[in-house]
Every structure is written in C-alpha cells, then in structure tokens.
C-alpha cells in the first residue's frame, strides 16, 4: 500500500511529526514501513509556462521553434521536440540551471542554430512512470489546465511535494488497505483524532429506485448491492489534484468517471463500478452466478468463458462484469456517457478469489475482496462517489439508492482480563491505560472488575479472539516499552545433534571443493516431478497450486538444480558448480502426509581447472564428480563403505553413469545429463549425482584411530591385467584388496589400454599396489608369497591374466 505523506493530512493532524518518524512510529507499532519515498528529491527550477508562440524549427523538420512565458520578465525561446506541443498550452517547464531526475542539468543551448533556454517537460522527465501517465500524455508533453497560473512550482502542481510512505501490509490487516485505515492507524499512533469525509449531495427530485431494480439470486456471494445513479454527467478529464495522487498511489488516470471510482477505492477500501446506464439494456441488474459455458468480454477486449464457480453482473439477461474482478466491453463508460449506475457492493473473498485466479485477472478491486472490505463502508462509499460525481463531472445525483440487503454482521465482542494483558505482555497497565488503548483505536469498551469487553469495529475484521486484543494493546504499549527480564530456571546449552554436525560438514566439504550453495523450489511441474528419483513413486499433488509450474512436491533434486545451470549459462557464466541439501516428499499411501527424506545433490559443467598463465584448461569429467564424492565419503569416515558400479538410469548417459553403494546398498547415482536432455536444456556436458543423504549421514562410522608415521619402508608391486571389456576396475580391485589381506595397503588404477595390440574383447588395466608391515620390513618372499595369492584370485574370479 503507498501512502501519499500530504493526502494522510486530510484525515490526521500530522503537524509536528515527518514523514520518516511517522514511517519509524507506524513500523514500531506491527506495520512495516518498507521505504519512505520523496518524490520531488533533488529536483528545482521546474515552472508553469505557457506557449506564447510554435512554429516548427526552419532546420529540423521534428523540433519546434516555441516562445514561452515562465513568469519572467521577458518570455524565453525553448526548442523542443514534442509532437503535441502547441500554442497556448500551459505545460511544465525547466529553466535554465533546473534539476531534472538523475542530476540532470539544464543549460541554456543551441539546437540546429537556434537558442534553447530551457525545456519542456513531458511528465516521465519529471520522474513519473510512463504506465501512470494518462494516454492522451504518454507520447508528449503534460498540459495543466487552461486557468492555471504561469510561473507556479509545476512540482506542487503535480503533487510531487509529496512523500509516499510504502507499507508492506500483511493479510491480515486489510483495514490499512485503504487511506481511511491508514488514518485510524496513525491517529492512534499519535493520540490524535480522525477528520472522516462527510458526503452531501443535492437530491434531485427523481428517484433512483424508478431507474434501476436491483435483485440477488446469489445473497451467499453478495449480501449487499447498492446502486446509485447520476444524469447529465459530463466526461472528462479529473481535476488535477485526483489525478496526481493516483499516480502517487499506482493507478493511471482515465477519466473523471473512473479516477472517481479508483480514488474512493484508495480512500475507503471499497471497490466501485461505473456502468454506462443507457448501455445497459435494461432497469434491472441481477446477481447471479454465471451459466456453465457463459462468455463476457471484459474492459481489456478479452472474451472470457465463465463457469458456475464465478459471480457475475447482469442486466437481467447478459453479463456486463464479472463481479469484483472486472467491468463486461458491453457497458463502458466512454466519452458519450451522460448517465452513470454506479456499483458499490459487498462481495465475499472465496468466489472473487476463484474468478480471479481462473481468469488471471489480479486488481486493486479483486485484492481488496480477497482479503475482506468493510460492509459498514459500502454505503458512505456510494454516497462519497455520487458527490465527487456532482462535483467534478457536473452531475446530477437522483434520490436515495436502490438495493439489495440481505447482509447479517455484527461487530465482534471479545472479552479479556487485565490480568492476562498484563501476564502477556509482561507489562504493569492498569484499566485506564488499557481503556485509553482501545479508546486510540476507535474500539467501544465496557469494564467489569477486572475485565474489559470490547466491541470491535467490522473494519478490523482481524481481532476475533483475546489474544487480538492483547496484541493491539502491545504494539500501542510499545514493544520497546516492554521491561526486559532473563529467563528463570536452570538452562542447557544449545548445540549441534550429531546429525547437523555431520550435514554441516558435507556443506562445508563440498564448498571448499569449489561448489556454490544452491536453494531451489521445493515445488515443481508435472513433467519434472518423477525425473531422475531415487524412488519410483507418484509425486503428491497441491490442492491449491500457485501455478502448474509449482503444483507437485519433487521427487528428486537434480531437475531444479539443471535449472539453475541452464539460468546462468544463459548470462554467460558457463563453468558452474553447484550443491543442494534439501527434502524430496516420497507418497505414503498409509499416511495423509507425504514422508520427507533428506538428499544431497549436484551438477557441474565447463571447466573445473582454468590456469590461463600455464595454458592449462581441465573439462569436468566424472570423474571429477566422482573424486569429489570418493572426498566426502572419506571426510565422513565412510571411505571403506563407498563403492561406485555402472549402471543405466533415465535422463542420464548409458556409458557414463553409476550406482552409488553405501555398504553394499544403493543410496543414489552419479552421471552425466543424457546429450538429448542437455540439448533440450541447452547445456553443455554436465555431470550430477544424487544421494540420500539421510541414509549417509546416519551410517555408523568406527571410532577415528590415528597411526603412527611409517619407520619400516613399503614394497611396490605394478601388474597389468588382461580381461575381458565386461570388467570394470572397480571390481579388479575389490578382488585384489580382499586377496592381498593385512600386508596391502593401497591399489590404484595408473593405465588402461585398448589398443590394435589387444585382442578383441579384451583390455588391459595396469594397478600399483603398495605393501607395508608397519612392525618390520618386509622381504621378497613376504611380499611375493602375499602378490601371488592377488595374481591366483584375480585370475580365479575375473578371468585376468598378466600381460606378457
């Protein structure tokens, strides 16, 4: 909600208090104050002119020649280069060593030969957003009206003396959704009063009642409908005045009909409709639920299909608005009008909601709804309508309203003691200073004892219960005025479970070895829910999605991570790391809530080493990715457990991916993305995994034990093993490792080879073990008599033999 700083004036004595205490104040007291705008910052040397003279400019066919009066001694000659510039205009203008937004100077000039001394301004150059500038303006300059004074600040003209305190309004207090909600909340802030507006119309002798008839089939929807009806309007432009401060609110000026109906919205909190009552087709409107298949085309041109769930206004027969939402084409008020129905009603949130959800139609209007206006505000906001209508579109008001009122709601009554304010809060009030609490708030109170009933306005739709209450006398106490206590009682320190120590030190593991933290949704589409899951099970669908992109609960990690690379390598970061620890929500049949597992996930792509200097460049690989987890496993003492073997799994490389086995049990994968899902992602090579990080982090680990420093050399052996193409390295080396018993201590791969001197279907894996005796040295025949017993097994179980 932006607040205008000089319309809050209107309705609360604000002297003595800025517009930065008052942003502090409102924030201190629940409602957060985002930012505290000065709309006219830095700006000067901006006047009211008037365009004496224009002719077009003799060596530029699209600049003009003009002659302005700026109420200076002598009138000066601006070029400028506006379509719409005229004579006799009065139009905004910078003089000489004026400020413009972004510090920008003016000087007097020479355009094509001719002298510039000043410009004109358009309003965008003013520092108003082109979408809030009316359309008749949005190519060109601003025209004032013709009465207005030459030399004048243009600024205060256009309400940019001003400044715009931004609330970031929770849903709860729809009440400050409206510029009367915020003067109820101010003026209890500061203990003061609030000037409400008191509506006076001239009746005409005529009765609105024989021009229109108002019925509700659907009283559950709309309880309330008033309808008003003003002759003899003329259309036009609003004052000035109106059309600055809906620009400062957010709203683009149309037409004193319709800047009416948005200013009352911003004022009350209550949505109205203007109809064209001669487009209208009839004296009747009915409220009614749409037809299933029913068709409207609204105010932007669009035909919409309606189905039973929304509420619609008709004419008896046809729709001319989807209730709440937006008006039908078939009963605008345009530039002819001369008579208006105007709507004031109150709708419930639910079938608003739904109308604009399905329809993609979210307006000040339909939020309004959403969250609940006042019903005690329809009828003043009908009536402070027709009023401005009188007044700035030279209407004539007809008598009295017609209606349909079936609407049964009473102020809330909650009771609380002061007791338990006290007890609360952790404060020492007494009854009076509670009253005078409430009182602030514009709340009826009735005392008994030690008890307070309260009647709450229907405005504050929000305070239901005592705990409301006791929360509006907080924040009005003042939080800081709350004395500070310690706790009592004994107290433990805080500290990490096992668990987190653990999580913390993947995360701290994997950023050091160059990962970025990622945190993506944990929602997800249709097409994505399933793909690359650890678990094949049907994905939990939301109830109430916020859009089919986010309707299911993902099964797996590495979707949204792929996600994040395709982000960034399309703005050129193209060697990307990233990791994610978070929840995939697996389906319990037997349960109404889904199960949360904790996994682990990654995926890398470009280049893992860059060493311009050196001309040294290394490609990830998965082996890169696999390194990276043969690390973690080993940081969590889990090394021995680890174990990687192929394996072929959708969405990833049939040759170049793998199982991940935690003590000989799956607990994830590791692979590169499949080429086809890398294009249509377009991603360059990328490799992920995913692990159930659950499963690894509760894994039982041996107590660490350290070994002292060698004082006995070690004994290198090197064997190259012939076998057939079916066996990986991994497998030869579990063979040797369990064949080489206590004496072996370390094997790695250093060779392969699958050359023209290989015989078909075989290969060649070369491995270096290590043997060591940390309590003596070895000799040959200990180490051979070990070596031999490797050679036996290998050749035994995998059908290796040594290359000659």
């Not at 409602?31 to 000065?38: C, K």
């Not at 013709?146 to 003396?161: H, I, K, N, P, S």
């Not at 003026?187 to 229109?212: C, F, H, Q, R």
């Not at 009554?413 to 020492?428: C, H, P, Q, W, Y």
Request: charged fraction near 25%.
């Amino acid at each position: 909600m932006l607040v205008s700083y000089k319309w809050l004036q209107d309705y609360v004595d604000l002297t003595g208090v800025s517009a930065e205490e008052l942003g502090e104040r409102i924030t201190k007291s629940g409602i957060e104050v985002e930012g505290v705008e000065t709309l006219n910052e830095g700006l000067k040397g901006i006047v009211v002119g008037h365009v004496l003279e224009c002719e077009k400019h003799p060596d530029a066919e699209k600049l003009n020649k003009t002659l302005v009066d700026i109420g200076a001694e002598e009138p000066v000659q601006i070029i400028c280069g506006a379509p719409n510039v005229g004579k006799g205009q009065k139009v905004a203008v910078a003089t000489v060593g004026a400020i413009l937004p972004g510090n920008f100077k003016i000087k007097k000039a020479k355009l094509r030969g001719e002298v510039s001394n000043g410009m004109i301004c358009s309003l965008q150059e003013l520092g108003i957003e082109g979408k809030l500038v009316a359309k008749e303006f949005a190519e060109g300059i601003f025209n004032f009206p013709e009465d207005t004074e030459v030399g004048q600040d243009a600024l205060a003209l256009l309400g940019r003396d001003d400044q715009i305190l931004e609330l970031g309004l929770t849903p709860n207090r729809a009440d400050c959704l409206s510029m009367l909600g915020v003067g109820y909340e101010v003026a209890a802030i500061l203990g003061k009063e609030v000037k409400l507006p008191e509506p006076k119309t001239a009746s005409a002798s005529e009765k609105a009642t024989d021009y229109i008839k108002v019925n509700v089939e659907a009283k559950d929807d709309n309880p309330l409908y008033v309808a008003k009806v003003i002759k003899n309007v003329k259309v036009g432009p609003s004052p000035l005045w109106m059309q600055t401060r809906l620009m400062a609110a957010g709203i683009r000026p149309h037409n004193n009909v319709v800047d009416i109906t948005n200013y009352i919205l911003l004022e009350y909190g209550q949505p109205l409709h203007a109809f064209d009552y001669d487009l209208l087709g009839s004296k009747e409107i009915l409220v009614r639920r749409a037809k299933q298949g029913e068709k409207i085309t609204t105010l932007d041109d669009a035909e919409r299909t309606l189905t039973e769930d929304h509420l619609v206004i008709t004419n008896g027969t046809e729709p001319v608005a989807l209730a709440g939402v937006m008006g039908g084409a078939n009963s605008e008020v345009n530039a002819d009008t001369t008579t208006v129905l105007l709507e004031s009603a109150y709708f419930t949130g639910p079938v608003i909601r739904k109308a604009s959800k399905d329809h993609g139609l979210r307006s000040e209007a339909s939020s309004r709804y959403e969250k609940g206006v006042d019903p005690a505000r329809v009828r003043p906001a009908a009536e402070r309508a027709a009023e401005l209508m009188a007044l700035y579109a030279g209407g004539e008001v007809l008598d009295g309203s017609s209606t349909a009122d079936s609407l049964e709601m009473e102020p809330a009554v909650v009771s609380v003691t002061l007791e338990k304010i006290n007890r609360v809060i952790g404060a020492d009030l007494n009854m009076q200073e509670v009253q005078s609490i409430f009182s602030r708030l514009q709340f009826e109170t009735a005392v008994d004892n030690d008890k307070i009933t309260v009647t709450v306005p229907t405005r504050r739709g929000d305070i239901t219960i005592e705990e409301d209450l006791i929360e509006e006398v907080a924040r009005l106490y003042g939080y800081d005025n709350v004395p500070m206590t310690l706790p009592k009682g004994a107290s433990t320190p805080g500290h990490l479970t096992d668990y987190q120590l653990k999580r913390r030190l993947v995360r701290r593991y994997l950023e050091g070895a160059g990962l970025y933290q990622a945190i993506t949704y944990s929602l997800t589409s249709k097409d994505k829910a399933t793909q690359y899951a650890l678990e094949n099970r049907d994905p939990v669908e939301l109830a109430m999605p916020m859009s089919e992109d986010r309707s299911l609960l993902r099964l797996s990690i590495v979707p949204q991570l792929l996600e994040v690379l395709k982000y960034n390598l399309a703005r050129q970061a193209d060697s990307l790391a990233v990791y994610e620890t978070g929840a995939v929500f697996l389906k319990n049949e037997a349960a109404e809530l889904p199960e949360e597992e904790e996994h682990l996930a990654a995926a890398i792509t470009g280049l893992w080493e860059n060493h311009q200097w050196q001309g040294e460049k290394k490609p990830v690989d998965f082996y890169v990715l696999k390194g990276i987890l043969e690390g973690l496993f080993a940081k969590l003492g889990l090394d021995s457990l680890f174990a990687v073997k192929a394996a072929e799994l959708d969405g990833l490389h049939p040759g170049r991916t793998a199982h991940v086995y935690l003590d000989g049990k799956v607990i994830g994968f590791i692979g590169q993305v499949h080429p086809t899902v890398q294009k249509e992602l377009d991603l360059k090579e990328t490799y992920v995994f995913e692990l159930n990080l659950k499963a690894v982090l509760e894994a039982g680990t041996e107590p660490l034990q350290y070994t002292a420093i060698p004082r006995f050399p070690s004994i290198t052996r090197d064997i190259a093993l012939v076998v057939d193409k079916s066996k990986t390295a991994g497998e030869l080396r579990g063979i040797i490792v369990e064949a080489g018993g206590k004496l072996l201590k370390d094997v790695y791969v250093f060779d392969l080879y699958e050359g023209d001197r290989m015989e078909e279907g075989k290969k060649s894996i070369a491995f270096s073990l290590k043997y060591f005796d940390p309590e003596r040295t070895l000799t040959d025949e200990d180490v051979t008599k070990t070596h031999d017993k490797v050679l036996k097994a290998v050749e035994e179980q995998a059908g290796a033999v040594l290359r000659g």
